[in-house]
């Protein structure tokens, strides 16, 4: 290209674009930060990319992530949380305002916007906090925070506990027409528990969560939906109660969506018998049955969207006993092929509709322009190889933290390239060749 105009063009490869039921083998031009054309194409660029065999889809998109700062950056920052979110194929997040201190003012949401940029990978989102300090009691600076660019606003990692509060939050964010997200958890109910409440709690002699405590609270908030019309987003739901709750709020009509992480996908309660503490989450990992509730509940488009929940820990954090071990999985960069093992291994999904819960979905429960690929969106772009077969090495991550339960499992499909607003920001060649 001339003009100092950058250019790239990504040869031959299965375009999915879910949101304009684009299924087709096809070239792609980029130019600047656009995508230029589509079709089969003989031009010229500074880049060219072979895709054969290769899936071409948006850039994905999580909802759901923790990237701890300010407070915590010996766990993870921004910019080490962005080089794990390209490394996964992601072009979009949304951090969590659970930092310390909690993301619930103006200058918080403009820091957390300075350091994305700054990190230049992926592009950085934000929620702010429902209430101050994230305490449930006194309402955030929902308005300034607007202002300042949030996307939506949750007190994530604690379920607002007063009803009066909530009703007041969502009737302020409504205002204003962004998101409210909910960690539905009633603590009443869930106390101190550390796992799921049931047969393997008793035995291991561990408190637990009651699947009560997430689906009290969910029909709760959806009683305040119905009275205030607020968009609603459940996070990470976990039991066939809470599945038969969103089916319901759906069935009505009610702005209401929620999403799904791997590990609720893939694990059962089953797996924490060995007192292992990276299988410590909240919520906790549930039973079988509530495993397979999920899976039919994203194969019948019920589940909007999946989201990682991305909570990184130090090592010496997660080697204290079970009971004092923090809550979190780190999964960033391995959570497509774990999507793929949940759901498109068993045949629950093919590939277009997958993508989807990872591309526009999300993308139109935060009210962004994102997560397409037609001739002049912005060019977020993910190359996949999907049947590329390798093992995950939590050693390797980007991450600065490794608290992943998956290390060591054999997955099929890999993020190969990762192009961010036209710019290659991660590419799996110059990974191997850095870090070998």
């Known amino acids: 290209m001339t003009n100092g105009i950058r250019s790239i063009l990504i040869k031959n490869g299965r375009l999915i674009d879910p949101a304009n039921g684009v299924d087709e083998v096809a070239d792609l031009l980029i130019t600047e930060d656009k995508v230029q054309k589509i079709g089969r194409l003989d031009n010229k660029a500074d880049t060219v990319l072979d895709a ?77 906090a429902l209430t101050k300090d994230r305490k449930g009691e006194d309402l955030a600076e929902i308005g300034l925070m607007a202002q300042a660019g949030a996307i939506g606003f949750t007190d994530d990692g604690a379920g607002v506990q007063n009803t009066a509060v909530m009703l007041r939050a969502m009737k302020y964010a409504s205002m204003f027409g962004l998101v409210v997200s909910q960690h539905c958890q009633d603590d009443s109910l869930a106390r101190n ?7 393997n709690s008793t035995i291991l002699g561990l408190p637990g969560i009651d699947p009560l405590a997430e689906e009290m609270m969910l029909w709760r908030d959806i009683q305040l939906v119905k009275k205030t019309q607020v968009r609603y987003h459940a996070q990470h739901i976990s039991t066939a ?30 797996y924490v018998r060995d ?56 999964s960033l960069e391995c959570a497509l092929p774990l999507y793929r093992k949940a759901l498109i291994d068993p045949g629950l999904l093919d590939w277009p509709q997958m993508l989807a819960m990872l591309t526009w979905r999300p993308a139109r429960i935060l009210g962004v322009q994102k997560g397409t690929l037609a ?6 772009v993910a190359i996949i190889d999907p049947d590329a077969e390798w093992t995950i090495d ?28 036209g710019e290659l920001r991660y590419s799996a060649d110059e990974r191997s060749a850095c870090r070998s």
């Open 52 to 128: 054969t065999g290769r899936i071409v889809s948006p850039g994905l998109i999580d909802l759901h992530v923790h990237f701890r700062q300010p407070g915590d950056e010996e766990e993870e920052t921004i910019a080490s949380g962005s080089a794990a979110a390209v490394a996964g194929g992601f072009t979009s997040v949304v951090c969590m305002p659970n930092t310390n201190p909690p993301i619930d003012e103006a200058t918080g949401v403009e820091f957390i916007h300075r350091m994305g940029r700054q990190a230049r990978k992926t592009f950085i989102y934000v929620m702010g």
């Open 193 to 199: 528990g550390v796992m799921n409440a049931g047969y």
């Open 241 to 270: 109660g809470s599945v038969s709750i969103i089916r319901q709020a759906k069935e009505e009509g009610l702005p209401v969506t929620c999403e799904v992480t791997p590990h609720h996908l893939l694990l059962t309660e089953e």
């Open 275 to 330: 007192y292992d503490t990276n299988y410590k989450v909240n919520p906790p990992l549930r039973t079988l049955a509530d495993v397979e509730a999920l899976r039919r509940a994203v194969q019948e488009g019920l589940i909007d969207a999946l989201a990682t929940d991305h909570a990184p820990h130090l090592k010496s954090e997660k080697e204290l006993e079970f009971l004092a071990a923090p809550f979190g999985i780190a």
């Open 375 to 380: 001739v002049g969106d912005r060019a977020d």
């Open 394 to 421: 939590s050693g390797r991550f980007y991450s600065k933290s490794h608290n992943c339960p998956y290390d060591g499992w054999t997955v099929k499909g890999r993020v190969l390239q990762t192009i961010v607003a």
